[in-house]
C-alpha cells in the first residue's frame, strides 16, 4: 500500500505540474512562439539529455546527510524553459529524471528522484511564468530569485512532511537513523524540523542561487544560437528582448 500510495502520489503531482504550466501557457502567457512540433521536442530532448547527464556530477555538501548532493541540471532546464515556455520545462525536468533511472537506477527507493522532480518544478516553474509573462532580463532575474524562495520554502516543507518520512517506510530506515546521519555532521540537527532547518533550507537556497547565476551568465550567450534557426518565427518587440 506505501508502494501503491508513493506511485499515485507521483502521478497526480505528474499531471497537477504539466496542468498548471499548460494552462499559464494558454492563458497568461504573452508573445508565445509558434515552434513547429519537431523543433519544440528535439529541443526539449536535448536540453533534457544534457540536464540527465549533468546529473551524473553530484557534489556533497559539509552541511548535510551524504544523500543531499548538489547537481547542475536545472540550468539546461531552467535555459530550456525561458526559450520554450513552461510546458517544455515540466517534460525536461520530467525527461532527466526518467534518464537518470534508465542509466542509474535509484538509491533512494525512488524518493529522491521524485524529490528532484517535483522540487525542481517548484523551482522552473514559477522563474519561467514570470520571466514569460513580461520577458526580460530583470523579469528573468526576479524570476529566479522567485523560483529560489518558492523552492527553498516548498522543498523544505516537503522534506518535512513527506519526503523524509516516505524515504523512511520505502528503504526500511527508521526516521532516527536519517536525524543521526544528520547529527554526525552537524549537533544541532536532533529531530526532523532541525533536519529540514540546518540541512534542507541551506540547500534549497544554495542550489538556487548557483542555478540562478550560471543560467543568467550563460542565457544571453546562448540564445544567438537558439533563435539562429528561427526565421519563420516572427519576433515582436518583446520577444526581441527576451532573446
Do not use: Q, W
Amino acid at each position: 500500500m506505501d508502494n501503491l500510495g508513493f506511485v499515485l502520489s507521483c502521478i497526480g503531482t505528474i499531471v497537477l505540474l504539466f496542468l498548471i504550466a499548460a494552462f499559464f501557457e494558454k492563458y497568461v502567457m504573452k508573445n508565445k512562439k509558434a515552434f513547429s512540433g519537431t523543433h519544440y521536442i528535439s529541443y526539449t530532448a536535448i536540453f533534457a539529455a544534457i540536464a540527465g547527464v549533468l546529473m551524473f556530477v553530484e557534489i556533497p555538501l559539509f552541511f548535510a546527510p551524504s544523500f543531499y548532493k548538489i547537481d547542475l541540471s536545472e540550468i539546461p532546464v531552467l535555459i530550456c524553459t525561458f526559450y520554450l515556455g513552461p510546458v517544455a520545462g515540466v517534460a525536461a525536468e520530467l525527461l532527466k529524471v526518467l534518464l537518470k533511472l534508465l542509466f542509474k537506477g535509484t538509491s533512494t527507493a525512488f524518493v529522491g528522484d521524485f524529490a528532484n522532480f517535483a522540487v525542481g518544478c517548484s523551482f522552473v516553474l514559477p522563474a519561467s511564468m514570470i520571466y514569460h509573462a513580461k520577458p526580460g532580463r530583470r523579469t528573468a532575474l526576479v524570476g529566479m530569485l522567485t523560483g529560489t524562495l518558492v523552492m527553498t520554502v516548498f522543498g523544505s516543507a516537503l522534506n518535512a512532511v513527506y519526503l523524509l518520512p516516505k524515504f523512511a517506510a520505502l528503504y526500511g530506515m527508521p526516521m532516527e537513523a536519517i536525524i543521526g546521519m544528520g547529527t554526525k555532521i552537524n549537533p544541532s540537527i536532533t529531530s526532523v524540523t532541525t533536519l529540514v532547518l540546518f540541512a534542507v533550507v541551506p540547500f534549497n537556497l544554495l542550489k538556487g542561487v548557483i542555478d540562478s547565476l550560471l543560467t543568467f551568465l550563460l542565457y544571453k550567450r546562448i540564445s544567438p544560437i537558439l533563435h539562429r534557426g528561427d526565421e519563420s518565427i516572427r519576433k515582436t518587440p518583446a520577444a526581441k528582448e527576451a532573446a
